[in-house]
């Protein structure tokens, strides 16, 4: 899963146009429309993908705030960001 996740996230920084945050949203959203995702799988901590990506722990928490608010992911206390939908409430 982190892979997949990963390679799509690196290959949104190609898009100039987008901030930091936004690459990680990208290649989530990209990620969930291939079927690499399923309800209750854990996504990697921000610590680990500050460090893989480089970027700022706040970039991040960005990323999964802005994904949470859109009903993909939601935080369990002390434990991290879970899948919990597999389309955005919006949809």
Known sequence: MTTGLINKIVKCREIQELYKYEHIVVGFQEAIAANEFQIGDK?????????????????????YKT????????PVRLKGYYI????????
């Open 43 to 63: 996504l990697p901590s921000i610590d680990k993908m500050a460090k893989i990506l480089g970027y700022s722990r706040m970039t991040i928490d960005k990323a």
């Open 67 to 74: 994904l949470s608010a859109t009903g993909f992911i939601s």
């Open 84 to 91: 919990t939908s597999l389309a955005p409430y919006n949809s």
